[in-house]
């Protein structure tokens, strides 16, 4: 078992792609991760951990509802492959959460902190900032 501070997600300005709502959700989203990861490292109870786990699946959905709503509204080209990325994101968080509430030992706990921790770091530093310079260069005078 790995120890906890590597498995858990170290926030940086790396991160933040320069849309205000949006990194202030990402920024929350790796914390309720982090507290995912702990709280599956401290074996709490698991109502604790399906109340984490619904949340990041509700902030989630939430949050690529936002994104996909700054997308269509500035006429983003890539709006149907980004999309497409979320749904996949979702699905696979979705499968996972289920699987875990109905047998914690039926899911691979790393598989999901590693899923999770690739779409900060994987969808975030590469689609959520390809959208946000062509959003905001479209703002700029
Ligand atoms: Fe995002
Ligand atoms: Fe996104």
Known sequence: MKAAAERSIVWSDDFLIGIEEIDYEHRRLVDDINKLHRELLDHVDMERIENTLGRIHARMQAHFALEEHVMVSHGYPHY??????????????????????????????????????????????????????????????
Do not use: C
């Open 80 to 141: 149907p492959e980004h999309k497409a990325e979320h749904e996949r994101l979702l699905d696979e968080y979705t499968e996972l959460m289920t699987k875990f509430e109905r047998g914690p030992n039926l899911v691979d706990q790393e598989a999901m902190e590693n899923m999770l921790r690739r779409w900060i770091v994987g969808h975030i530093l590469t689609s959520d900032k390809k959208m946000s310079l062509m959003v905001t260069s479209g703002r700029r005078p």
